[in-house]
């Protein structure tokens, strides 16, 4: 089915992921009256809410996941449609409704030895290091800050980024 997200400031792109929002929960009941799920889950973003949406009108059961400290937009919008919300980190919403369950973290994640890493991200043996790690909308205005403030100084720095602010 076709969605978009919201832009976050108004343009003339608004109407039209408005116009698709509304349409899509028909196509997901298409989508559900096909496959028949048991269940549906949905893992936030834009898309699980049209979906978590029509499985409510169709009565089957449906659940969100939030992987970060506060629900997103999408999931602040679909999270009355569904039966649970499952969140990693509490104080995000309370209930029974709404069971904490951690940040899954992939298996081929292992801890390193502070040696070891320090080794790997080419640092000093020792003095402090900054983590620097941001995303989304304030991404470039924080990767901007970092550079200026710690780029040529210490404490030591490990800052990720995405591609466009890389160089």
């Excluded at 096909?34 to 979906?51: I, K």
């Excluded at 449906?62 to 449609?81: K, V």
């Excluded at 069971?99 to 000093?124: K, M, N, T």
Aim: proline residues 8%; hydrophobic residues 50%; contains cysteine.
């Amino acid at each position: 089915f076709r969605v978009e997200g919201f832009p976050r400031r108004p343009s003339l792109a608004l109407p039209r992921s408005l116009a698709l929002a509304a349409a899509a929960p028909f196509a997901c009941r298409a989508i559900l009256r096909r496959r028949r799920p048991d269940v549906v889950l949905g893992g936030g973003g834009f898309v699980a809410g049209p979906m978590v949406l029509a499985a409510a009108t169709m009565r089957i059961p449906s659940a969100l996941t939030e992987a970060d400290a506060h629900l997103g937009l999408a999931n602040r919008l679909a999270a009355p449609f569904a039966k649970r919300l499952f969140v990693a980190y509490p104080g995000i919403r309370s209930g029974r409704k709404v069971p904490v369950l951690g940040r899954p973290i992939p298996a081929r994640s292992r801890p390193l030895d502070q040696a070891e890493a320090r080794e790997i991200f080419e640092l000093a043996h020792e003095g402090s290091v900054l983590g620097v790690f941001g995303a989304l909308a304030g991404a470039h205005a924080l990767n901007e800050f970092a550079v200026e403030t710690w780029c040529a100084s210490r404490p030591a720095a490990l800052h990720q980024t995405g591609v466009h602010d890389y160089e």
